[in-house]
Nanobody
Framework: QIVESGGGLVQPGESLRLSCVVS????????FGWFRQAPGKEREGVVC????????EYADSVKGRFFISKDVPARTLYLHANSLKFEDTAVYYCAAAHRAFGCMPSNYEYWGQGIQVTVSS
């Protein structure tokens, strides 16, 4: 099971921390990623991290603003979203894969239900 939390309504420039609590998966055995889908758009990769943390891949649109971290004992993955912009508004998903080979939604097998992030003034 994968459960996201921490979304909500924020103003431009503000920050949010999204959490993804997993059960049945070890954060150090699976590749994980954060994805998002805005209305009328395809789901896209935000950031992905390999099981051993040797590979971290950020979308260009979030580089320098978003950061991924994980707490393996707590089975929790985090997305630290800073300096939020209007265009960051989307449903954010946490997903897991045995081995993803790229931060694309089609490479990920297990998904949370998603959580809404809205950036609005």
């Amino acid at each position: 099971q994968i459960v996201e939390s921490g979304g909500g309504l924020v103003q431009p420039g503000e920050s949010l921390r999204l959490s993804c609590v997993v059960s049945g998966y070890r954060l150090d055995y699976y590749d994980f990623g954060w994805f998002r889908q805005a209305p009328g758009k395809e789901r896209e990769g935000v950031v992905c991290i390999s099981y051993d943390e040797n590979t971290v891949e950020y979308a260009d649109s979030v580089k320098g603003r978003f950061f991924i971290s994980k707490d393996v004992p707590a089975r929790t993955l985090y997305l630290h979203a800073n300096s939020l912009k209007f265009e960051d508004t989307a449903v954010y998903y946490c997903a897991a894969a045995h081995r993803a080979f790229g931060c694309m939604p089609s490479n990920y097998e297990y998904w949370g239900q998603g959580i809404q992030v809205t950036v609005s003034s």
